[in-house]
């Protein structure tokens, strides 16, 4: 009975794969790209040309944290009008 669960526990495990590894995949590099200032992970620190190919690559890469204002309902929408009630108006 023991050796059932284990080995269907390790069946799951392998099956759902293609679930959690690209997910594990993505969260591995984004930290280690993180890191890469001071050597990833488990590297070292970059010095002289290998530093400044990666704040190059860094500077060409647009930021992925803006800031985008809030629309209010009270606020002119871009297809003219003010909010949901100018809006509902026009088309009834």
């Known amino acids: 009975m023991e ?3 284990e080995l269907l526990r390790w069946i ?4 759902a794969a293609p679930i959690w590894w690209p997910f594990l995949r993505t969260v591995w590099r984004d930290i280690d790209e993180a890191l890469a200032d001071e050597g990833g992970v488990f590297g070292r620190a970059p010095a002289g040309r290998e530093l400044e190919r990666l704040q190059r690559r860094k500077a060409e890469r647009p ?10 309902p009270d606020a002119p929408s871009a297809s003219g009008g003010f909010g949901r009630r100018a809006r509902r108006g026009r088309f009834r």
């Open 63 to 72: 930021d992925p944290l803006h800031s985008e204002p809030w629309v209010r």
């Open 3 to 5: 050796l059932d669960l």
């Open 12 to 15: 799951l495990l392998i099956g």
